[in-house]
């Protein structure tokens, strides 16, 4: 860790992750003199992070490229360090929070309002499914889930609290055998709105109020990362309608 936090040494080691180096490679690039470049090789060769071959490449050892991997959660969680002190994913499954740096290609939106827009359009261009789980229902989405649901046949899946109380006068999207499934769980601490291509993440203040500015989630991985949780939560909430719901 001492190595890796002085910023070249660390821009180095990511480069050469991409592909070996020769030193005058390394020194053009980032743009160092070849006196620096060099001290920053040794260090990271002392340290067993890369090394140099008979050709005068310098490649990532696999041991430096298991560190590397485990600098993309620090890479995020300093990135949105300010939002991540608001929020508290303490009750996030561990194996999911130790793979938090499979998120640090998303951006978090500025506004609640331009959350909702894509949340919206998630449903909008879902194509094969919808996944949703969130503590309240959003009922600017029926719509959208009717349509989606009854015209384009998209199988959607929605988990919601036990105990949820929907708005006055709200009507659920009723139950549609191969078409929509409900389930709910006792205590939900983030938000998903899903579909095979794209996705919506929010979480939980530590005010105990879900905030709605959610992280968009376009590439494989992190929605892969979604995916894997959605399922998690899905395995463990029971099959049924909160005890709210009119039915």
């Known amino acids: 860790m001492f190595e890796l936090a002085n ?3 660390l821009r180095i080691l990511v ?30 060769s002392d340290a ?20 590397l991997s485990l600098m993309h959660g620090f890479e995020f969680l300093s990135k949105y360090r300010d939002y991540f ?4 994913l303490s009750d ?22 331009s959350s909702l827009y894509m949340t919206e359009n998630v449903i909008r261009r879902a194509e094969e499914y919808i996944w949703m789980m969130s503590d309240q229902v959003l009922a600017s989405t029926k719509p959208l889930l009717d349509e989606a649901v009854k015209k384009r046949a998209i199988k959607t899946r929605v988990i919601l609290p036990d105990e949820l109380v929907p708005p006055p006068e709200y009507e659920p999207l009723p139950l549609v055998a191969g078409r929509m499934e409900r389930r709910t769980l006792k205590n939900i601490d983030l938000a998903i709105v899903m579909s095979g291509k794209e996705a919506q993440l929010a979480f939980r203040g530590n005010d105990g109020q879900m905030d709605f500015r959610a ?20 395995s463990i909430a029971v099959t ?7 039915y």
């Not at 561990?94 to 609640?112: H, M, P, Q, W, Y």
């Not at 990362?225 to 998690?232: A, F, G, M, T, V």
């Open 92 to 113: 996030l499954p561990l194996g999911f929070r130790n793979r938090i740096g499979e998120l640090r290609t998303c951006a978090l939106s500025k506004d609640v309002f």
């Open 215 to 234: 992280f968009s989630i376009v590439e494989p991985l992190p929605l892969n990362w979604c995916k894997e949780l959605y399922n998690y939560y899905w």
């Open 240 to 246: 049924g309608r909160p005890k709210g719901y009119p």
């Open 7 to 9: 910023e070249d040494r």
């Open 15 to 44: 480069r050469l992750k991409e592909k070996p180096m020769r030193l005058t490679q390394v020194s053009e690039k980032l743009q160092l003199n070849m006196q620096e470049t060099s001290r920053h090789l040794s260090r990271l």
């Open 85 to 88: 002190n608001d929020h508290d």
């Open 48 to 67: 067993g992070l890369i090394f140099k071959n008979t050709e005068g490449l310098y490649s990532v050892r696999p041991f430096g490229g298991e560190i």
